[in-house]
């Protein structure tokens, strides 16, 4: 098992392993999306996820495959750790 992380939600949102702050992507919604998922520590039906985040005239779902396959490519190691230290929760 990897290191745990550490998942800052109060003010600008970040993620360290080892003290080590971890890249995350521009989109403000993508890393909603993160503090969302780990905040509540549970899957999620997409639909929810949309109407949560995407609420607007273009196609959520969409948007929601962009964000899903942004941070399947840039986060697999966040998603891959079970072990996680939350803070500002």
Known sequence: MGAPLEIR????IA?????????????KKTRALLGYLAVTGRP?????????????????????????TVRARGWSRIATTSSWSRTGR
């Open 44 to 68: 999620q039906r997409r639909d929810r996820l949309c109407s949560l985040l995407w609420d607007g005239p273009d196609d959520p779902r969409a948007a929601l495959r962009w964000s899903l």
């Open 9 to 12: 939600l109060i003010g600008e």
């Open 15 to 27: 993620v360290r392993r080892d003290g080590v702050a971890l890249a995350l992507p521009a989109s």
